[in-house]
Protein backbone atom coordinates (compact mmCIF):
# COMPACT_ATOMS: atom_id res chain seq x y z
CA UNK A 1 0.00 0.00 0.00
CA UNK A 2 1.35 3.68 -1.11
CA UNK A 3 2.16 5.77 2.09
CA UNK A 4 1.50 9.48 1.72
CA UNK A 5 4.40 11.51 2.84
CA UNK A 6 4.31 13.69 6.14
CA UNK A 7 3.55 16.95 5.41
CA UNK A 8 1.52 16.31 2.23
CA UNK A 9 0.70 19.04 0.41
CA UNK A 10 2.21 21.75 2.00
CA UNK A 11 5.70 20.65 3.13
CA UNK A 12 6.87 19.14 0.08
CA UNK A 13 8.67 20.55 -3.36
CA UNK A 14 6.71 20.90 -6.39
CA UNK A 15 8.49 18.13 -8.22
CA UNK A 16 7.39 16.12 -4.81
CA UNK A 17 4.13 16.77 -5.23
CA UNK A 18 4.17 16.02 -8.74
CA UNK A 19 5.59 12.61 -7.72
CA UNK A 20 2.44 11.94 -5.53
CA UNK A 21 0.10 12.81 -7.95
CA UNK A 22 1.30 10.85 -10.42
CA UNK A 23 1.63 8.01 -7.82
CA UNK A 24 -1.96 8.42 -6.74
CA UNK A 25 -3.13 8.10 -9.99
CA UNK A 26 -1.31 4.79 -10.18
CA UNK A 27 -2.33 3.32 -7.33
CA UNK A 28 -5.88 4.71 -7.89
CA UNK A 29 -5.88 3.23 -11.43
CA UNK A 30 -4.68 -0.39 -9.99
CA UNK A 31 -7.19 -0.78 -7.27
CA UNK A 32 -10.03 0.51 -9.58
CA UNK A 33 -8.75 -2.83 -12.16
CA UNK A 34 -8.15 -5.15 -8.92
CA UNK A 35 -11.41 -4.10 -7.26
CA UNK A 36 -13.53 -2.34 -9.13
CA UNK A 37 -14.64 -0.67 -6.00
CA UNK A 38 -12.76 1.60 -4.22
CA UNK A 39 -13.18 4.43 -2.15
CA UNK A 40 -13.19 7.71 -4.78
CA UNK A 41 -13.70 10.26 -2.74
CA UNK A 42 -10.41 9.68 -0.47
CA UNK A 43 -8.32 9.33 -3.82
CA UNK A 44 -9.87 12.02 -5.24
CA UNK A 45 -9.32 15.13 -1.95
CA UNK A 46 -5.87 13.79 -1.62
CA UNK A 47 -5.83 14.52 -5.65
CA UNK A 48 -6.96 17.85 -5.36
CA UNK A 49 -4.88 18.74 -2.70
CA UNK A 50 -1.96 18.32 -4.44
CA UNK A 51 -3.55 20.15 -7.49
CA UNK A 52 -4.38 22.82 -5.63
CA UNK A 53 -1.20 23.38 -4.20
CA UNK A 54 0.59 23.34 -7.11
CA UNK A 55 -1.88 25.91 -8.54
CA UNK A 56 -1.61 28.21 -5.31
CA UNK A 57 2.04 27.81 -5.73
CA UNK A 58 1.95 28.48 -9.28
CA UNK A 59 -0.21 31.71 -8.94
CA UNK A 60 2.32 33.03 -6.17
CA UNK A 61 5.13 32.26 -8.65
CA UNK A 62 3.39 34.45 -11.15
CA UNK A 63 2.61 37.27 -8.63
CA UNK A 64 6.02 37.72 -7.65
CA UNK A 65 6.91 37.59 -11.49
CA UNK A 66 4.45 40.53 -11.89
CA UNK A 67 5.62 42.17 -9.53
CA UNK A 68 9.12 42.00 -10.47
CA UNK A 69 8.56 42.95 -13.86
CA UNK A 70 6.32 46.74 -12.66
CA UNK A 71 9.11 47.29 -10.66
CA UNK A 72 11.35 46.76 -13.56
CA UNK A 73 8.85 48.84 -15.82
CA UNK A 74 8.72 51.68 -13.67
CA UNK A 75 12.44 51.86 -13.51
CA UNK A 76 12.37 51.72 -17.38
CA UNK A 77 10.44 54.65 -17.24
CA UNK A 78 12.59 56.81 -15.04
CA UNK A 79 15.83 55.92 -17.18
CA UNK A 80 13.94 56.72 -20.22
CA UNK A 81 12.26 60.40 -18.81
CA UNK A 82 16.26 61.14 -17.82
CA UNK A 83 17.08 60.09 -20.87
CA UNK A 84 14.79 61.62 -22.83
CA UNK A 85 15.87 65.28 -20.90
CA UNK A 86 19.22 64.69 -22.22
CA UNK A 87 18.39 64.14 -25.40
CA UNK A 88 16.53 67.17 -25.44
CA UNK A 89 19.60 69.28 -24.01
CA UNK A 90 21.44 67.93 -27.04
CA UNK A 91 19.30 68.71 -29.56
CA UNK A 92 18.72 72.00 -28.00
CA UNK A 93 22.81 72.00 -28.11
CA UNK A 94 22.95 71.03 -31.45
CA UNK A 95 20.93 73.58 -32.39
CA UNK A 96 22.84 76.08 -30.33
CA UNK A 97 25.82 75.48 -32.16
CA UNK A 98 24.75 74.93 -35.17
CA UNK A 99 22.79 78.48 -35.16
CA UNK A 100 26.37 80.29 -33.91
CA UNK A 101 28.29 78.10 -36.47
CA UNK A 102 26.13 79.77 -38.97
CA UNK A 103 26.41 83.12 -37.54
CA UNK A 104 29.81 83.25 -37.46
CA UNK A 105 30.41 81.65 -41.04
CA UNK A 106 27.86 84.93 -41.78
CA UNK A 107 29.94 86.93 -40.62
CA UNK A 108 33.71 85.83 -41.86
CA UNK A 109 31.71 85.32 -45.04
CA UNK A 110 31.31 89.33 -45.35
CA UNK A 111 34.62 90.31 -43.58
CA UNK A 112 36.52 88.35 -46.22
CA UNK A 113 34.06 90.00 -48.82
CA UNK A 114 35.00 93.40 -47.55
CA UNK A 115 38.66 91.99 -48.04
CA UNK A 116 38.02 91.39 -51.45
CA UNK A 117 36.53 94.38 -52.90
CA UNK A 118 39.24 96.62 -51.14
CA UNK A 119 41.76 94.24 -52.25
CA UNK A 120 40.05 94.90 -55.99
CA UNK A 121 39.91 98.61 -55.03
CA UNK A 122 43.46 98.51 -54.18
CA UNK A 123 44.69 96.80 -57.15
CA UNK A 124 42.79 98.88 -59.19
CA UNK A 125 44.45 102.27 -57.52
CA UNK A 126 47.57 100.64 -58.02
CA UNK A 127 47.14 99.70 -62.02
CA UNK A 128 45.64 103.67 -62.51
CA UNK A 129 48.98 104.62 -60.55
CA UNK A 130 51.05 103.07 -63.05
CA UNK A 131 49.13 103.54 -66.23
CA UNK A 132 49.78 107.43 -64.87
CA UNK A 133 53.34 107.02 -64.15
CA UNK A 134 53.68 105.43 -67.50
CA UNK A 135 51.75 107.99 -69.72
CA UNK A 136 54.46 110.47 -67.16
CA UNK A 137 57.62 108.62 -68.51
CA UNK A 138 55.88 108.88 -72.19
CA UNK A 139 55.84 112.48 -72.40
CA UNK A 140 58.88 113.29 -70.53
CA UNK A 141 60.98 111.13 -73.06
CA UNK A 142 58.65 113.32 -76.27
CA UNK A 143 60.25 116.44 -74.41
CA UNK A 144 63.84 114.74 -73.88
CA UNK A 145 63.60 114.03 -77.51
CA UNK A 146 62.63 117.57 -78.56
CA UNK A 147 65.84 118.95 -77.11
CA UNK A 148 68.61 119.31 -79.44
CA UNK A 149 71.57 116.80 -78.62
CA UNK A 150 75.12 118.41 -78.51
CA UNK A 151 77.94 116.44 -79.12
CA UNK A 152 80.94 118.14 -76.75
CA UNK A 153 84.36 118.54 -78.19
CA UNK A 154 86.78 115.68 -77.42
CA UNK A 155 89.06 118.62 -75.00
CA UNK A 156 85.96 119.21 -72.97
CA UNK A 157 85.10 115.25 -71.97
CA UNK A 158 88.32 114.48 -70.55
CA UNK A 159 88.86 114.33 -67.52
CA UNK A 160 92.04 116.28 -66.04
Same mark, same amino acid.
Do not use: C, H
Given at each position: ? $?? %???? $??? *????? =????? %????????????????? !??? @??? /??? +???? !?????????? *??????? *?????? #???? %?????? @???????????? !? +??????? %?? $??????? =?? /???? /? #? &???? #??????? =??????? &?????? *? &??? !????????????
Amino acid at each position: M $YQ %IPEG $YPN *DLTNQ =EIIEV %IIELQSVQANRFNKQKT !FNQ @SAW /DNL +LRLG !FDELSVRLQS *DLVTEIT *DLRLQI #EELK %INNKKA @SKWSTGLAFGTI !F +LAISTAI %IG $YKTLSYS =EV /DQIS /D #E &EWKN #EQLNALI =ENNIQLK &EMNKKL *D &EIP !FFVLPDSLNKNP
